[in-house]
């Protein structure tokens, strides 16, 4: 089936309806706001100093199969992730622990560790911790022979993206498969593009719903006379995906009624205050275009996941100043480091303790083996044993990728690369690393695609699922108060790239079709 699926898929197109289909994405992705701001490599400032213009987000033409089964199962294994996650979160001990070696020699991990700790010393006042989760995927297909398998890449904890521009996407495809009666049909015929759409995509309703169960949980302003309350987006200097959080933005001002702002996190000490008289610490932020302060209810951080964020020390106060505050944040500190990747290389341990049945102690057995089979083999590096062994053989290398505790992409060692790396750093700081078996997607997969620069690119190419999930929990008590799951987002990438991040450049969004 897969063979047959992938042989002959996208179509062909000729040079007349290529330039139809690629206008018609272009018109259409700027009518609806499927932007993003373009890269300085493509639009320098010179030409564009105010920042005003924008172009497609890399998308490709046509949407890609995926196996049923394994979206499926995806789907029904994110509300488990989510409370996973919520419940390592709760664990600070288990975490410190698992924490101790990268304190070390990881200055980024050892500064929010401290952050915490300072928090903690002081007195947490927000018991409320909000999660926007993404889980990433492939479809493992290591032969033809075998059926594919649900494999995971990777669990985030903080600034899952492109939920907002991933429902575009999926609206894009349908609206191209609708095309009316007598209209010129944008796509060739192809039996898999017959009466097949994509799947509903609720990506958008599903963040922004679990920023709205977090805001009516924190309940009225804690100051006297009370303030207005808002949801505050903390967000990154020179953001280029700003369409994708004004997705959720609109709809959490147009349907939970709830105002809405965006601050750039170099703002932060200059327009938010805890007020010291108030021992509920709530966190008031000052519009700089208005006159009225607001009580902020919830943070959402689209920043503060990678060291580039930080550039003094000022901006880990102003960290600090958000997570010592009442307002409920998504993520804390503590949970922005159950996102790690040495604790999902600690969870896939086969040896040992079982964590993850301890974690999910009232889930049913069965459901924590079929989430424990998305697991792919992992290793730890700070110690001799299996994993030094597979990273330093050439051979064995080949057939792995090195990650390090990092967020956003552009960061990993592949294959034969590894063993020459790891010798050109201490091996102190082997310890940073995680040792992943690769993922072997669907060798005959292929797709065309629209880059931000206007460049059209057919190829073979190698795609990747993740599935959004909202939970809100409170920390002291390991009880949840809302969890769902909801939404999809489609990356798929050229065969020899080895990174995937849309933001930086590796990927295009796309859509699926199930099979």
């Known amino acids: 089936m897969g063979d047959s699926i992938y042989a002959n898929y996208p179509p062909l197109l000729d040079s007349a309806q290529r330039e139809f289909l690629v206008t018609t994405i272009k018109d259409w992705t700027t009518q609806n706001g ?7 490599t493509f639009v320098s400032k010179e030409v564009n100093p105010h920042g005003v213009l924008a172009t497609n987000a890399p998308v490709t033409l046509f949407p890609s199969p995926f196996p049923r089964a394994c979206f499926d199962e995806a789907r029904a294994l994110q509300t488990v992730y989510n409370h996973l996650y919520a419940m390592i979160t709760c664990n600070e001990e288990w975490l410190g622990k698992i924490m101790e070696d990268l304190i070390d020699v990881d200055d980024f991990v050892s500064h929010l560790w401290k952050t915490h700790l300072a928090v903690k010393k002081e007195g947490y006042v927000q018991t409320l911790s909000l999660g926007l989760f993404r889980s990433d995927y492939m479809a493992h297909t290591p032969s033809s022979s075998v059926a594919p398998s649900l494999k ?20 894009l495809h349908t609206e191209l498969l609708d095309s009316p009666p007598g209209y010129p049909i944008a796509y060739p015929s192809h039996r898999l593009l017959k009466s097949n759409k994509p799947p509903e995509n609720t990506a958008v309703e599903t963040l922004s719903a679990g920023l709205a169960a977090a805001h009516a949980a924190y309940g009225a302003s804690k100051c006297r006379p009370a303030l207005p309350t808002c949801i505050l987006f903390v967000v990154q200097e020179g953001e280029r995906n700003t369409f994708d959080q004004l997705a959720l933005l609109r709809r959490i001002t147009k349907y939970h ?67 010592r505050s009442a307002a409920i944040k998504c993520p804390t500190v503590l949970n922005q480091l159950s996102g790690c990747k040495i604790v999902q290389q600690v969870l896939a341990e086969t040896a040992g303790p079982d964590h993850l049945a301890s974690f999910l102690a009232e889930v049913d057995q069965s459901v924590i083996a079929r989430l424990r089979a998305t ?70 997969a292929k797709n065309v695609a629209l880059r931000s620069d206007g460049e059209v690119i057919r190829g073979d190419v190698i795609g990747e699922l993740g599935v959004y ?10 009880t949840v108060l809302h969890n769902e799951q909801g939404g999809w987002l489609m990356r798929t990438k050229a065969k020899d790239v080895n990174e995937g991040g849309v933001a930086t450049g590796f990927s295009s969004l796309d859509s699926i079709l199930l099979f």
């Open 152 to 171: 995971q890449v990777e669990f985030n904890t903080i600034s899952a993206s492109f939920g907002g521009l991933s429902s575009l996407v999926t609206q």
């Open 375 to 444: 697991f792919a083999p992992q290793y730890d590096l700070s110690s001799t044993g299996r994993g030094r062994d597979l990273a330093l053989n050439p051979e064995t290398a080949a057939n792995h990728v090195l990650k390090p505790q990092r967020e956003g992409g552009g960061n990993n060692v592949y294959k034969t690369a590894i063993p020459d790396f790891l010798r050109s750093i201490p091996e102190t700081d082997w310890k940073r690393w995680i040792l992943m078996e690769l993922i072997h997607p669907p060798a005959e």
């Open 257 to 323: 009624k709830i105002p809405v702002f965006r601050l750039l996190s170099s703002e932060i000490l200059d327009h938010t205050t805890i007020p010291s008289s108030k021992p509920s610490r709530p966190l008031i932020y000052r519009p700089p275009h208005a006159s009225s302060h607001f009580e902020v209810t919830t943070v959402y951080l689209r920043c503060f996941y990678a060291p580039s964020d930080y550039t003094s020390e000022r901006d880990w106060d102003a960290r600090l100043q958000l997570e």
């Open 469 to 478: 999930g909202t939970i809100l929990w409170d920390q002291a008590r390991g």
């Open 34 to 40: 499927l932007m993003v701001r373009p890269a300085p």
